[in-house]
């Protein structure tokens, strides 16, 4: 068996895992890493880029590491690999917890039940829940839906498909450690740097896979395409701009606008705010909806990618 069908089996077999299984209630991977992740702060925390960029390099590093000693470990056995490739998939791909998370804060919607809406909106992103009421709240789910698609699910399979086992372990570390440290607190602003600007390479092909996907598989292709165009460049973040403006214009939705983090309040741009409409509660699910169809493409797109460029490769020498 070669290795980009290794790599193909084992990464559809990770992420069927995934959408059957979830993430477990305890002893998750990436919260094994985020514990260590966060020793290492304790250790070389100062408030100074330097030792923000040593953090990262040696968590991220790390990961790449064990990646690759994984990887030889099991290469001469295809069946390992195979194994080996859907155990890292499903541990860095998190899209049932997302549709779990988002579909819970909507079920609470629909019952009037703000307040457990509320508790429930921090397991998705990092706004004051208590600022926002119930259309703020749906707003923040399809916006957290729209992001994490790219973080949670695309983003990964870029990288796996790019470099294997190590791609999948490094693309999680960095972006674990940007939503650690890489947020602009007094604290972190440049101790956190290193871990935010790496986040932003790392996610970019990720972001702009995810926006064409969501374009495609979307109930409207050419609001898509608008609000990607027009907007995506409004966002402060390169990546969550056209994922998020693209998102807007395929459900046909404003989302941006006024939010709260950590008791800042940020005025960013409105995306799709010439042809869209506020959200509503059920835009929650048609949201998760189209995030499930952009996972399954990007499968699809990142192996045959894989494999073409692997075939190319091979002719040309």
Same mark, same amino acid.
């Given at each position: 068996?070669?290795?980009?069908?290794?790599?193909?089996y084992g990464a559809a077999a990770g992420l069927?895992?995934?959408?059957?299984?979830?993430?477990?209630?305890?002893?998750?991977?990436?919260?094994?890493?985020?514990?260590?992740?966060?020793?290492?702060?304790?250790?070389?925390?100062?408030?100074?880029?330097?030792?923000?960029?040593?953090?990262?390099?040696?968590?991220?590093?790390?990961?790449?590491?064990?990646?690759?000693?994984?990887?030889?470990?099991?290469?001469?056995?295809?069946?390992?690999?195979?194994?080996?490739?859907?155990?890292?998939?499903?541990?860095?791909?998190?899209?049932?917890?997302?549709?779990?998370?988002?579909?819970?804060?909507?079920?609470?919607?629909?019952?009037?039940?703000?307040?457990?809406?509320?508790?429930?909106?921090?397991?998705?992103?990092?706004?004051?829940?208590?600022?926002?009421? =119930?259309? $703020?709240?749906?707003?923040?789910?399809?916006?957290?839906? *729209?992001? /994490? @698609?790219? !973080? &949670?699910? +695309? #983003?990964?399979?870029?990288?796996? =498909?790019? $470099?294997?086992?190590?791609?999948?372990?490094?693309?999680? *570390?960095? /972006? @674990?450690? !940007? &939503?650690? +440290? #890489?947020?602009?607190?007094?604290?972190?602003?440049?101790?956190?740097?290193?871990?935010?600007?790496?986040?932003?390479?790392?996610?970019?092909?990720?972001?702009?896979?995810?926006?064409?996907?969501?374009?495609?598989?979307?109930?409207?292709?050419?609001?898509?395409?608008?609000?990607?165009?027009?907007?995506?460049?409004?966002?402060?973040?390169?990546?969550?701009?056209?994922?998020?403006?693209?998102?807007?214009?395929?459900?046909?939705?404003?989302?941006?606008?006024?939010?709260?983090?950590?008791?800042?309040?940020?005025?960013?741009?409105?995306?799709?705010?010439?042809?869209?409409?506020?959200?509503?509660?059920?835009?929650?699910?048609?949201?998760?909806?189209?995030?499930?169809?952009?996972?399954?493409?990007?499968?699809?797109?990142?192996?045959?990618?894989?494999?073409?460029?692997?075939?190319?490769?091979?002719?040309?020498?």
């Amino acid at each position: 068996m070669g290795a980009d069908r290794s790599y193909a089996y084992g990464a559809a077999a990770g992420l069927l895992g995934d959408l059957l299984l979830g993430d477990p209630r305890r002893g998750h991977p990436v919260a094994v890493f985020g514990r260590a992740a966060g020793a290492m702060e304790g250790a070389l925390w100062h408030d100074h880029r330097g030792w923000g960029a040593l953090h990262t390099a040696v968590c991220a590093g790390g990961a790449v590491a064990l990646g690759v000693v994984a990887e030889r470990a099991v290469r001469r056995s295809p069946a390992a690999t195979v194994a080996l490739t859907a155990a890292a998939t499903w541990a860095v791909v998190g899209g049932t917890s997302l549709a779990r998370e988002a579909r819970a804060v909507g079920h609470a919607l629909r019952a009037g039940d703000v307040a457990t809406a509320r508790a429930r909106l921090p397991h998705l992103c990092g706004r004051d829940p208590q600022a926002l009421d =119930a259309d $703020g709240i749906a707003r923040a789910v399809v916006e957290s839906v *729209a992001e /994490n @698609t790219s !973080d &949670a699910v +695309v #983003g990964a399979l870029v990288w796996g =498909a790019v $470099g294997g086992v190590p791609g999948l372990l490094g693309f999680r *570390a960095v /972006n @674990t450690l !940007d &939503a650690m +440290v #890489g947020h602009k607190s007094p604290r972190l602003r440049r101790y956190g740097w290193a871990s935010a600007r790496l986040d932003d390479v790392a996610g970019w092909p990720g972001a702009r896979l995810t926006a064409v996907l969501a374009t495609l598989a979307g109930p409207d292709p050419r609001g898509a395409v608008r609000a990607w165009r027009a907007d995506a460049d409004r966002h402060p973040s390169p990546n969550a701009g056209p994922v998020e403006a693209s998102f807007a214009g395929a459900l046909g939705v404003r989302l941006g606008g006024t939010l709260s983090y950590g008791g800042r309040v940020e005025h960013r741009p409105v995306l799709n705010g010439a042809a869209g409409r506020p959200v509503q509660v059920t835009d929650i699910d048609r949201a998760v909806r189209l995030s499930r169809r952009v996972g399954l493409l990007a499968l699809g797109t990142t192996v045959a990618a894989r494999v073409l460029l692997k075939n190319l490769k091979g002719r040309g020498k």
